[in-house]
Every structure is written in structure tokens, then in C-alpha cells.
């Protein structure tokens, strides 16, 4: 190996330590970008010279070069935010964000609503996720992530349920529709909404019959809510029959008219089925039912399905991604699901700048699916990743760089003083 070769030698080196210096400096610089994944510089020994041919031993390397830059996909820390909007993965994959070259994989979910209602990142790229379909169920269709119309219209009822017990010891009444309070053995109301999402009260008025175990009821509004109606005159929309058995179970309903006609524009015939729980007669055991008991009338609870027309008053995501929004009805709706994607050689991924990576044909493709399942990690909300750069430990390696970079000059600066000597062996 001649002097000038340990030049060459030298060289090498210096280049090392520079291009290592330069994935020191990019860490140190990313130190507080969201979602950041620091990178080592990985080098191998350059070809060596044999003085005995390929029968090995005895060789003098060339140098170093840089080999490899690897992403170091280690978690970074997880921070709490109050924006709603910022998103954070603990585990595995990527946030899918719609790129102008193409699907774009980030770590960074600091995204917000744009003025069209799509969920974006700081650049303007709509997040993709898994639609709602009519009945907000989320689907796997995929797609952009989007806010939507902040208004919902009217839902109208379409059941109500009871869960109630009727007195056993209640005497006979003949029940008079023109003075219902009266001739009724027990009434309680019920709010329902018509077809333009209206509220109508409703009552129901039970009658015990002669037989002792069936219970007639009616359904009846207001004259003033009624098509046609005299306001104050109650008016009948809907009745039926409940019979028990000598336990005092629920062992069969008979529904009669049912014909809901609301005024003031709402749809003629509105159907509004009375549930009154699982009857003997369809399976159940009466026990999650009405019931006969010898003790006070009462509603223990009633529900029903129907909802006036709403605004958005809120919206949140949960940790499965999902977002939903809150209505000033108290309706809740779920409008999305935030996509993660998942890829077999994450360190095969090509940066492009912006937070953004891009698959590769060393990464493999991408394998989109729902937070928390198939080895992919939890979306946490109100949270930022920070990045994964250890400032203490990039010091450490930076110290390391320019030490190495010091003792390679010095590899020049002794090869250039014995070619000095060489030169003037002449003189």
C-alpha cells in the first residue's frame, strides 16, 4: 500500500464522518416535528486488497463508505392535547393522507377541518378513512374523511317502548273517549315526533276490563296536535288490548287502530307501533315485560325512536378512530373512521418531505384497515406523537462524528509529512 493510497484512506473517512454528521444534524433539527423517526448512518468497509490472492489473509482495506440510512421506527412520545382534531398512533401504521403523487403515510396527525368540511393535514391533504353508511354504521368503504351537513333532518317515531306495571287491584272502569282522565284507570304521556320532526304529546289511558286480566288501552292527542281536531277535545290515534296470566305476566298483546294524523304540514297515517316488551305468546317470559302486580300503576321507563330536525352542537373521535358528532337533540351520529395503514418493511419506506413517506417496492404495499386490529396500533385522540429523536444521545453521537472526523485528518496530515520526506530524500 503506497502513501497515496493512505490518502485516499483518509479521505474516505473525512466523507464518513461529514455524511454522518449530516444524519446527526437532521435528527437534532426534527427534534420537535410531530411524528419525526430519527435515522442512523450505517457504514461498511470498501474493498480490500490481498497480498495473497484469493487465498485470503493478509489484506488492507480501502476505506469506508456509507451504506445505508435507516429509519429508526421506534414510538416517540405521546403528548395530550385539547384539539379535538390531533390524532395520535401507539403501535404500528400510518395515517393515510391523499397526496399529489399519490396516497401519502404519515405519523403526524395534527389535522383540522377544511372550509368544505374534509378533515386535512397542515398541507392541505385529506385524511382517508372508512364512510358511515345511511344509518351511520361504519362500513369499509373507503374514503375522504368528511364533516358533512351540520343540520339533520327530523326523524319521525316510528315505536314506542314501555317497560310499566298495571294495579291487579284496580276495580272495572268503562272508558268515556270525551273524559278520558276520569273514566281511565291509569294514564301517563309520551313525547313523539311526526313526519317534519314536530313534538307531539302523547297520553295513554288504561282501562281494566271485566275478565280481570286484560287491559284495554288508548293513545290519544289533543284536538289542537290532531288533522282536524278541536283543540282541548282529546282525540284517539291509536288503542289495542294487554292480557295477562293469573302471574301476573304479560301473556299476549293485541294491537287494534293504529293511525297517527298530526297537523301543521306533518305526513297523514303516521304508524307508531306500542311496544309493551316480549310477550309470552312471542317467546319471551313476560318478565321483561308489562306486568299485573298488586302494587301501584307505575312506568318504570318508556323510550321511543323519533328526534326533531338538529344542529351540530359537538363532535369528538374515540379511540378507535372513529368521529362522532353530537346534535342539540342528543342525537349522535358517527360520520368516519380514520384508516391505518400497515406495511410488512417499514425502514422500506421513501420519505418525500412534509411528514410524508411513500410505499415502496421494498416496503411493500399497503394494508389499510381499522385502528387496533391485525398488529396495527390504537388511535389515541387529543394527542400528538412528538419525535423519537433522544437529543442525549444524538450529542453523544455528534462528540462520536467529530472525533472520528479529527482522527482522519490527522491520517492526512502524517501521509502528507512522509511524502514530504520522500521528496526530499533528493535534495
Known sequence: MSILSSFNIGVTGLNAAGQSM?????NIANAGTHGFKSSRAEFQDMLANSL?????????????????????????????????????????????????????????????????????????????????????????????????????????????????????????????????????????????????????????????????????????????????????QMQEMANGKLKFNQKGLLEEETPGMNSFNFNKGALPNQQIALNFGSSIKEGGTGLDAATQFGSKSSVARHSQDGSSAATLASMSFNDDGVLTAVYDNGVQRELGQVAVAKFENNEGLFKTGKNLFKETRKSGQAALGK????????????????????????????????????ANTRTITTSDQMLQEVLNIKR
Open 371 to 406: 385502528p387496533g386490529s391485525d398488529g396495527r396500533g390504537e388511535v389515541l385522540a387529543k394527542s400528538i406523537e412528538q419525535s423519537n429523536v433522544d437529543i442525549a444521545q444524538e450529542f453523544i453521537a455528534l462528540m462520536g462524528a467529530q472525533r472520528n472526523f479529527q
Open 52 to 232: 495473497k490472492g484469493i487465498d485470503g489473509g493478509d489484506q488492507m482495506g480501502s476505506g469506508t463508505k456509507l451504506a445505508h440510512i435507516t429509519s429508526q421506527f421506534t414510538q416517540g412520545t405521546v403528548a395530550r392535547t385539547q384539539n379535538i382534531t390531533d390524532l395520535a398512533i401507539n403501535g404500528n401504521g400510518f395515517f393515510v393522507v391523499d397526496a399529489p403523487f399519490g396516497k401519502g403515510y404519515t405519523r403526524d396527525g395534527a389535522f383540522h377541518f377544511d372550509k368544505e368540511g374534509f378533515m386535512v393535514n397542515g398541507d392541505g391533504y385529506r385524511v382517508q378513512g372508512f364512510q358511515p353508511d345511511e344509518k351511520g354504521n361504519i362500513t369499509n368503504k373507503q374514503g375522504a374523511i368528511k364533516l358533512g351537513n351540520t343540520n339533520i333532518a327530523a326523524t319521525p317515531t316510528s315505536e314506542i317502548k314501555m317497560s310499566m306495571n298495571l294495579d291487579s287491584r284496580d276495580g272495572i272502569k268503562v272508558f268515556d273517549p270525551k273524559n278520558p282522565d276520569k273514566t281511565s284507570n291509569f294514564n301517563t304521556s309520551v313525547t313523539v315526533y311526526d313526519s317534519v320532526g314536530t313534538a307531539r304529546l302523547v297520553t295513554l289511558y288504561f282501562n281494566k276490563q271485566a275478565d280481570g286480566a286484560t287491559w284495554e288501552y288508548h293513545a290519544m292527542v289533543d284536538g289542537a296536535d290532531a288533522a282536524n281536531g278541536v283543540p282541548g
Open 22 to 26: 449530516g444524519v446527526i444534524g437532521d
